[in-house]
């Protein structure tokens, strides 16, 4: 073991061939409303319909949004759980005979996807999922979403809730996966907000991170920021981009849905941070782009050269401590 310290300069000045190039061609597949009593097979007919239009695109993926087999049923309280038939919004067997069919369309048509749905286990755990499909029908990849936004209980002078943090556990691992040409992650809704999601999937070697969302244009604990709804929504995405050296898929689920107007403006966006095309309307909508994942490297190789540039010594305050300590504690 070298008793040198590690020069992280060293390495650096070697200069960096040119990668190879690694096209692939990405889709995000918006939804509109999805009602309440919206049967699956109808939604799945919506999906297939989109993977159509992106097979005929020369998609190769196709990203999909946050709960996109139902309603966002979190935004309402049932006193006891049954009269809402919670269980129907989840999914227990995935492919299950109801969604099968898409799978094997992808399968078909050579076109992989990610899809968001509400998970229920064989032992009654209950997730925000989203899974990633090869163009070979499988499922190489899962997640649950860390990052449960809302509340807990009745909160009755909400317009609407956001029983998020009621009808799902979070999930516990950022993880990423070799496939599609690359490298891929994936985040739900809540998760693209906080920065630590786009490194966590960076620290993996994402180059590629699929994000759905459902995102009501109203937010009830601080209304001033309904305006600025669209505006957060690319902020925080372009600059997760940009910041990992990473492509973001964006995909929502929007329009009015069952009363509660909903952002959309999905969208693909470059390592540069710049968005490479975004839906125009607030229903169902395919956007695309041919992206070269080997780009990534201009920023992964350079101004986020991870390895030589983070000081991850310094950084133990992110996980050490949920909570933000100001000198003197919070009342200063
Ligand atoms: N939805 C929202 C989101 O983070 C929210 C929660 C709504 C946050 C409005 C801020 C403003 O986009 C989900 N499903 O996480």
Do not use: N
């Given at each position: 073991m070298s008793n040198q310290p590690h020069d992280p300069d060293a390495a650096a000045t070697t200069a960096h061939e040119t990668p190879v190039a690694r096209p692939l061609t990405v889709a995000a597949g918006q939804l509109g409303p999805i009602a309440r009593n919206e049967p699956r097979p109808s939604v799945v007919a919506r999906l297939v319909e989109l993977l159509e239009q992106a097979a005929a695109q020369g998609a190769d993926l196709v990203a999909f949004p946050e709960l996109a087999l139902t309603t966002f049923f979190p935004r309402w309280f049932v006193e006891d759980e049954p009269?809402?038939?919670l269980n129907s919004f989840y999914e227990t067997a995935m492919p299950g005979p109801e969604t099968q069919v898409l799978f094997e369309r992808a399968r078909e048509l050579g076109v992989g996807f990610s899809l968001g749905y509400a998970e229920l286990t064989a032992d009654g755990h209950r997730y925000n999922t989203q899974i990633l499909v090869e163009r070979t029908g499988e499922i190489v990849g899962r997640y649950r979403k860390v990052h449960l936004p809302g509340h807990r209980e009745h909160e009755p002078w909400r317009e609407f809730q956001h029983l998020e943090r009621r009808y799902f556990e979070p999930g516990s691992t950022f993880d990423t996966w070799r496939c599609f040409g690359g490298v891929v992650g994936m985040a739900t809704c809540n998760d693209r907000r906080w920065p630590e999601t786009y490194r966590c999937l960076a620290l993996g070697g994402a180059e590629l991170i699929l994000i759905g969302y459902n995102t009501p244009k109203h937010y009830a604990p601080d209304p001033s920021q309904d305006r600025l709804q669209g505006f957060h929504n690319h902020l925080v995405m372009q600059a997760g981009a940009y910041q990992n050296g990473s492509y973001v898929i964006g995909v929502a689920k929007g329009g009015n849905e069952e009363g509660v107007d909903s952002l959309a403006e999905s969208c693909i966006v470059a390592p540069s941070?710049?968005?490479l095309a975004q839906c125009q309307t607030e229903g169902d909508e395919l956007i695309t782009a041919t992206i070269d994942l080997s780009l990534t490297a201009n920023y992964k190789n350079t101004l986020f050269d991870f390895e030589r540039y983070r000081r991850p010594e310094v950084y133990?305050?992110?996980?050490?401590?949920?909570?933000?300590?100001?000198?003197?504690?919070n009342d200063g």
């Open positions: 009269d809402l038939d941070g710049e968005i133990g305050a992110i996980t050490g401590q949920a909570g933000a300590t100001p000198p003197g504690g």
